[in-house]
């Protein structure tokens, strides 16, 4: 949770695996995409920083954040993925549209990792503004694909060495 507290950005690099041998997949929504592309922008750099050649990393673009769900389907049965990244982001509107989508892709989402032997991981943004998304897509927060990016190379190292180190 990004908060006063906690920025998404930080970590202790020396408890995250070496990436050099994993593929991931990271499917990103088109609506937002000035946040949605700076999220998966972080995620990116971050696989790569920390071993993950370019080759190795799939993006796969969806229209909005309920698709995420089916577009990360896609893309683990098309390539042979050690984990799958979903970047999304939903501002709260006028409407109850926000809590429908928000229940929907979180849904999907949990149900990817109880069918696939693969950790999907939840790079989706749930604010009640623009500025909030901002803030947490390399603004004052942090960038939220830099934790998920973390948090999927982390559950790979979990998956292949029994811990996450």
Not at 49 to 55: A, D, L, R, T, V
Request: with cysteine; charged share 20%; hydrophobic share 40%.
């Amino acid at each position: 949770m990004a908060t006063s507290l906690k920025n998404l950005s930080s970590y202790d690099p020396e408890k995250v695996p070496d990436a050099s041998g994993m593929k991931f997949g990271i499917v990103v929504s088109e609506w937002n995409e000035e946040v949605t592309a700076a999220l998966a922008e972080g995620a990116v750099n971050t696989l790569k920083k920390h071993g993950c050649p370019q080759e190795s990393i799939f993006v796969m673009p969806v229209p909005g954040s309920f698709e995420l769900t089916y577009g990360a389907r896609l893309i683990a049965e098309k390539h042979a993925l050690d984990a799958v990244i979903a970047i999304g982001c939903v501002v709260r509107g006028e409407t109850r549209h926000f809590d429908f989508i928000c229940q929907g892709v979180t849904h999907g989402i949990a149900e990817l990792n109880l069918e696939y032997d693969i950790p999907f991981i939840f790079g989706v943004l749930t604010t009640e503004n623009q500025q909030q998304a901002l803030d947490r897509a390399g603004g004052k927060h942090g960038n939220k694909g830099d934790e998920a990016a973390v948090t999927a190379i982390k559950m790979v190292g979990l998956k292949t060495n029994g811990n996450a180190r």
